[in-house]
């Protein structure tokens, strides 16, 4: 069974830089729908980022301009770049494959434990 791991996190402060790292132990990021989601405590998973296999980005408002998702197929690993970091930034950082519907994105597989990231003011 297919599984990721996330990496990266860690605490820095605001207006620093992080780069997000997701591996997955298969191929499934060749053909597939990478996507960043982030949870904050006590809130929802929330869409951060997508990437199509052919290299598509779509980002959440809340950090366009300031994240950047990247893919590497050979590795099949997903990345994100996060700039500027915000205080409201912090939270736990997931990674998955995904099918998109419509206006929504269905994760292809269980979650993993995510990375956290912590921005101070």
């Known amino acids: 069974q297919v599984h990721v791991v996330e990496s990266g996190g860690g605490l820095v402060q605001a207006g620093g830089s992080l780069r997000l790292s997701c591996a997955a132990s298969?191929?499934?990021?060749?053909?597939?729908?990478g996507a960043w989601y982030r949870q904050a405590p006590g809130k929802q998973r929330d869409l951060v980022a997508t990437?199509?296999?052919?290299?598509?980005?779509n980002y959440a408002d809340s950090v366009k301009g300031r994240f950047t998702i990247s893919r590497d197929n050979a590795n099949n690993t997903v990345y994100l770049q996060m700039n500027n970091l915000k205080p409201e930034d912090t939270a736990v950082y997931y990674c998955?494959?995904?099918?998109?519907?419509?206006?929504?994105?269905?994760?292809?597989?269980?979650w993993g434990q995510g990375t956290q990231v912590t921005v101070s003011s």
């Open positions: 998955n494959a995904v099918v998109v519907v419509s206006t929504t994105t269905v994760p292809l597989l269980g």
């Open positions: 298969g191929s499934v990021f060749s053909f597939n729908t």
């Open positions: 990437i199509t296999s052919a290299g598509s980005t």
